[in-house]
C-alpha cells in the first residue's frame, strides 16, 4: 500500500518534506480489529506537533493522521460489529484501557494508557489502516468522505471545547484563531445557541472575511477588543498572544478554554504582560481540553447530522501531503485540509 511516513523530528523551516512516499505491505487486523481501506484523512495541526517534537511519537517510522473515513476491508477474530464494506471513521482516540478510574469515571481521553492515532499507532495517511473496532465509528450517510474526515478531530474536539466552555444561549462567545476546529464550533453554536454572539479573533483577514461569512457576530485581529465582553473564549491557536489578549476580555467568572495539544515556544515571553487585576481577578477561569472520547465524536457525528453541518474542505492527494502540511504551518487555511487516497 501507499502510504507517507515520518522518520524522525524536522522542522518546516529546514526540511518542507518532512514526510516520506514509501510502498509498505497491507497491514492484518489483529483479534478485535478491523482493516480500513481509507477514502480520505484529514489534516491536522497536531500533526505539525507530532512532526516537529511537541508531541513526538514514541518509535519511527509511523504513519501519521488521525481523521481517518473509509471502509471496513477485513475483520480480525472476534470482530463483528461492522460489516464489510461499512464506512466508518477513526478520530485521535484509538485506544483507551477502559478499567482506569479516568475511563471508568467516563473521562478515557484522560487515561494514563491513553494511545493515540498516528502517533502511538499508525494514521490514515495511507492506503489501509487497522484498529480495534470499539473505536471506530459509523458515518452518518449525508456527508462525503471528506466532508465527515474534519469532524472526526477538528469538529469532535472543538464540540468538547464548547461543552467544557460551559456557554448558555444568549451568551458572548470568542474564538481565537479560525481553523478547521474552529470555523466548525461557530456553525454548531449557531444551530445549538442561535441567540449566542460568536466573536472570532483571527491573524489574517482572509479568516477573518471567511468567519463573518459563516455567521460571526464579529471578527478582528488579535489584539482588538470585542464590542462587548464575552462568556466564554475557546482558543485553537498554537501562540500565547491570543491568550492574554483573550484574557482581558472576559466577562467576571468567564472561562478560556485553551483548545490545543501543545503551545509553541516563540512567544512566550508575552505572558510576562499577564496583569492580575484585568486578566485574572473576578474568577476567571482557564482550562485545557486534553484529547477526546468516544463520546464527544459519536455526539459531534449526531449533531453535525442533524443541523445538517457542511464542513469547508480543500482537498489534496495523498502525495502531496508535505504541501498541505506547509501550507497549514504558513496559516493559508480556509476551513479544514482534506487528503483522498483516490
Ligand atoms: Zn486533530
Ligand atoms: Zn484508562
Not at 38 to 59: F, N, Q, W
Not at 64 to 74: D, E, I, K, L
Not at 100 to 107: I, N, Q, S, V, W
Not at 261 to 279: C, G, M, N, V
Request: glycine share 10%.
Amino acid at each position: 500500500m501507499k502510504a507517507m511516513i515520518l522518520k524522525g523530528l524536522s522542522r518546516f523551516a529546514e526540511n518542507p518534506a518532512p514526510l516520506v512516499p514509501v510502498e509498505l505491505p497491507e497491514p492484518a487486523p489483529g483479534e478485535g480489529e478491523i482493516l480500513i481501506a481509507v477514502s480520505a484523512c484529514g489534516v491536522c495541526h497536531t500533526e505539525l506537533d507530532e512532526i516537529e517534537g511537541r508531541t513526538p511519537p514514541p518509535a519511527y517510522p509511523i504513519i501519521p493522521g488521525h481523521q481517518v473515513v473509509g471502509t471496513v476491508a477485513a475483520r480480525g477474530a472476534h470482530a463483528g460489529r461492522f460489516q464489510i464494506g461499512e464506512r466508518v471513521g477513526v478520530g485521535w482516540i484509538y485506544w483507551a484501557c477502559g478499567h482506569c478510574d479516568a475511563c471508568r469515571a467516563g473521562t478515557e481521553n484522560l487515561c494514563a494508557g491513553f494511545r493515540a492515532t498516528g502517533r502511538d499507532a499508525n494514521g490514515g495517511y495511507a492506503e489501509f489502516l487497522t484498529v480495534p473496532e470499539a473505536f471506530a465509528h459509523a458515518i452518518p450517510g449525508i456527508f462525503s468522505n471528506s466532508e465527515a474526515a474534519p469532524l472526526l478531530c477538528a469538529g469532535a474536539i472543538g464540540w468538547r471545547s464548547l461543552r467544557l466552555a460551559g456557554l448558555s444561549d444568549g451568551q458572548n462567545l470568542g474564538l481565537t484563531g479560525f481553523g478547521a476546529s474552529a470555523h466548525l464550533v461557530l456553525l454548531a453554536v449557531r444551530h445549538r445557541f442561535p441567540r449566542a454572539k460568536p466573536f472570532v479573533f483571527a491573524r489574517s483577514e482572509r479568516e477573518r472575511a471567511f468567519a463573518r461569512e459563516l455567521g460571526a457576530a464579529g471578527a478582528g485581529a488579535t489584539e482588538e477588543a470585542p464590542p462587548e465582553k464575552l462568556q466564554a473564549v475557546i482558543d485553537t491557536t498554537p501562540a500565547w498572544k491570543p491568550v492574554v489578549e483573550a484574557l482581558k476580555h472576559l466577562a467576571p467568572g468567564g472561562r478560556l478554554v485553551i483548545n490545543a495539544i501543545r503551545k509553541e515556544e516563540s512567544d512566550k515571553a508575552e505572558l510576562l504582560r499577564l496583569d492580575y487585576p484585568t486578566q485574572l481577578w473576578q474568577e476567571k477561569e482557564i482550562k485545557s481540553v486534553a484529547n477526546v472520547a468516544r463520546s464527544d465524536i459519536r455526539e459531534f457525528l449526531e449533531l453535525a447530522a442533524e443541523i445538517p453541518l457542511r464542513p469547508a474542505v480543500e482537498e489534496y492527494p495523498l502525495a502531496d501531503a508535505n504541501r498541505a502540511l506547509a501550507e497549514l504551518k504558513a496559516g493559508k487555511i480556509r476551513g479544514a485540509k482534506v487528503l483522498r487516497m483516490a
